[in-house]
């Protein structure tokens, strides 16, 4: 998530730690806009990035 502009932090969660270590770990994993595809497709977006962007904001 960290890749996405509109994310202003990762709130990660650790008990140990070896999660912690793992939770750490995950800022190396790059995440392809193949695997991204993918994974939208088991779990659709709601908004996908390309909405956000062009969405208008109205201001009352």
Do not use: C, D
Not at 3 to 27: D, H, L, P, Y
Not at 39 to 46: A, D, E, Q, V
Request: proline share 5%; glycine share 4%.
């Amino acid at each position: 998530m960290g890749s996405r502009w509109f994310v202003a932090s990762t709130i990660i969660g650790a008990t140990t730690m070896e999660q912690f270590k793992e939770n750490i770990s995950s800022v190396e994993i790059n995440l392809t806009e193949e695997i991204i595809a993918e994974i939208h497709t088991k779990y659709p977006n709601p908004k996908p990035y390309n909405q956000i962007i062009n969405s208008k904001v109205t201001i009352i």
